[in-house]
C-alpha cells in the first residue's frame, strides 16, 4: 500500500504519493455499521518533503484544496453522514470545538490494562445480542424538551447499552436523557453536546449490537499484540480516533486531534523509531500531485501571464536536477511531466514548519499544516496518508526532550527564521500507528471509533459516522 511518499534526507528514500486534496465525504448506512535562499536543483537529502499536502492555495488566490482542489469522493447510497467540512449544527461554538481540539488525556489506547477491560466489554455484548440487541432509533434530529414515541425509543437505545441510568420519563428529553445523550457521545469520540444530530449521533445509536460485538472481538486480538510489546515511552497514533498520544510510564502525557489518511488512501498501521525532526521542510510534488492539480492550474495561470511558481512558492527542475525559470516552462507541453517541482519553506508550506520522520516501507511521516482548521472538526479522515497533528510543537518538544537545546521558544524562532535544521534523536522513539476503533477501559467505559477502513471483519461495520 503506497500511501503518503516522502523524500527523506540523507538521500536514502525517494518516493512518490497521491494526494486527493479534497476532503473526505464520510457515509454509511443509518443501520451500518521570510526570504528563503533558492538551492542548486532538487536535493533528496534536503529538508524532508512529501506526499502529503494540506493544499492551501495561497492567499486571496484560490479555494480549498491544492491548486484549488478535486472533487469529492461519492457518497454511498443512501448515506446520512456528512461531508467533513460540514459540522453537525451543534459542532461550531467554541466550547465544542475546544473539546475536539483539547481532547482529554485518559488511558493510554493500547494499555495492557485495556485489554481485560476489552474481555468484559465482550462479555457484556454478547449478553445484550442474545436478548436481541437495540430498537433502532429513528433517524432525525432530537434535543432536550421533545417528548413521544420517538424519544420512548432513544430511552430504550440508551439504556440498554448502559447509557441512560436514573430516572426519567419514559417519553420525554429529560436532564437524564441529556446526561446519557452526552455520556453515548462522550465514548464514541464525538463532541459531548446532549443534542441527537440528524446525522452523526444517530447514526452511531443506530449500529446494531452485532456489529459493535464484533468491533470488540476484532480489536482485543490487536490489543492483545500490541499493549505487551509497547514501549515505557512512545507516540501511539490510534487511526479511528484521529488522535497521538505521547505515552510515558503507562500515562498519557499528551493527547493531540490529528488528521489521518480518508479510505482511498489509508493510513498504515506500522510499528517504528522517531529518529529525526526536519524544520521548515521542503514538500517535493508528487507526480500525480503534477498531472492532476500543479499543470491544470499553472495552464490557468499562463493564459492569464500569471506564475503559478511564484504564487505557491515553488521551484522547478529538469531531469538532470538544473533549475529551470518559470518563463522557460511550456505549461502545455509534454516536457512539463519530466519536471519535478518542490515548494519551499513558508508559512503556507503543505507540511507546516516541522515534520517528524521515521523509517518505514509506505514512507509516511507525521507534520504540522496550515489548516488549523481542520482540528476542529470531529471527522478527520482527510489527508493521503500522512498524520497532520495539532499543537506539534508541544509534542516535538517533548520528543525532543532528550536531545538537548531544543524547546518550545527555540522552535518558534526557527519557525519564524526560516532555517532549515534537522535534528537527530539521541534515542530513538517508538512510534506506533494502531487501529483500535473498540476497546474497554478499566473504569468500566467501551469506547467505540469509526471502522473507517473497514478492518473489523464485515462491510457493514460502521465505516465513518
Known amino acids: 500500500m503506497l500511501t503518503c511518499r516522502s523524500w527523506i534526507r540523507g538521500g536514502a528514500l525517494l518516493a512518490t504519493a497521491t494526494l486527493a486534496a479534497t476532503l473526505l465525504a464520510t457515509s ?29 492555495g495561497g492567499p486571496g488566490l484560490f479555494g480549498g484544496g491544492l491548486f484549488g482542489g478535486g472533487q469529492r469522493g461519492p457518497q454511498k447510497p443512501g448515506s446520512q453522514a456528512f ?27 493500547i494499555a495492557k490494562a485495556n485489554i481485560a477491560a476489552t474481555q468484559a466489554a465482550i462479555v457484556k455484548y454478547r449478553a445484550i445480542v442474545a436478548n436481541g440487541g437495540w430498537p433502532m432509533v429513528p433517524v432525525k434530529a432530537m434535543r432536550p424538551g421533545d417528548n413521544g414515541p420517538d424519544i420512548v425509543a432513544l430511552h430504550r437505545r440508551l439504556e440498554i447499552s448502559g447509557d441512560l441510568v436514573g430516572m426519567s420519563v419514559p417519553d420525554e428529553y429529560d436532564a437524564t436523557v441529556v446526561a446519557a445523550v452526552k455520556k453515548f457521545q462522550s465514548r464514541h469520540g464525538l463532541p459531548p ?4 444530530d440528524a446525522r452523526v449521533t444517530i447514526e452511531a445509536i443506530n449500529i446494531p449490537a452485532t456489529v459493535r460485538l464484533a468491533q470488540l472481538q476484532a480489536n482485543l486480538k490487536r490489543l492483545q499484540t500490541l499493549a505487551p510489546a509497547a514501549a515505557n515511552r512512545y507516540v501511539a497514533v490510534n487511526i479511528p480516533s484521529a488522535q497521538v498520544e505521547a505515552v510515558d510510564s503507562g500515562q498519557v502525557v499528551q493527547r493531540h486531534a490529528a488528521v489521518v489518511g480518508k479510505p482511498e488512501r489509508a493510513t498504515p498501521e506500522l510499528s517504528s523509531k ?6 521548515n521542510p521542503y514538500w517535493y510534488v508528487p507526480k500525480s500531485i503534477i498531472y492532476k492539480d500543479l ?23 529538469d531531469a538532470a536536477g538544473n533549475p529551470i525559470a518559470s518563463n522557460q516552462i511550456n505549461w502545455f507541453g509534454q516536457d512539463v511531466y519530466n519536471y519535478q517541482f518542490r515548494q519551499l519553506p513558508w508559512d503556507q508550506n503543505s507540511l507546516g514548519f516541522v515534520k517528524i520522520n521515521f523509517p518505514n516501507k509506505d514512507a509516511v511521516y507525521m507534520h504540522d499544516t ?8 470531529s471527522v478527520r479522515f482527510e489527508s493521503s496518508g500522512c498524520v497532520r497533528v495539532n499543537e506539534i510543537e508541544t509534542l516535538v518538544d517533548w520528543i525532543l526532550q532528550d536531545t538537548g537545546g531544543w524547546n518550545i521558544p527555540r522552535m518558534m524562532a526557527v519557525k519564524q527564521s526560516g532555517e532549515q535544521i534537522d535534528v537527530k534523536l539521541v534515542k530513538p522513539l517508538p512510534v506506533y500507528f494502531t487501529y483500535i476503533s473498540a476497546w474497554g477501559t478499566p473504569d468500566g467505559v467501551i469506547q467505540f471509533r469509526p471502522d473507517i ?6 462491510p457493514e461495520t460502521a465505516s465513518a459516522y
Request: aromatic share 10%; proline share 9%; net charge negative.
Open 28 to 56: 454509511v448506512e443509518p443501520s451500518s455499521a521570510g526570504l528563503f535562499s533558492w538551492m542548486k536543483g532538487p536535493n533528496p537529502g534536503g529538508g524532508g518533503g512529501g506526499g502529503d499536502s494540506d493544499g492551501y
Open 83 to 109: 461531508h467533513g467540512d460540514e459540522l453537525p449544527p451543534d459542532e461550531g461554538d467554541a466550547s465544542t470545538r475546544a473539546w475536539i481540539m483539547n481532547p482529554a488525556l485518559g488511558t493510554p489506547t
Open 193 to 196: 453536546t446532549g443534542v441527537i
Open 274 to 279: 522517531i529518529i529525526e525532526v526536519n524544520f
Open 295 to 317: 499543470v491544470p492550474k499553472a495552464q490557468e495561470f499562463a493564459r492569464r501571464n500569471q506564475d503559478v511558481l511564484a504564487a505557491y512558492h515553488m521551484q522547478a527542475f
Open 370 to 377: 496550515p489548516l488549523k482548521s481542520l482540528f476542529g472538526r
Open 453 to 458: 477502513y473497514n478492518h473489523d471483519g464485515a
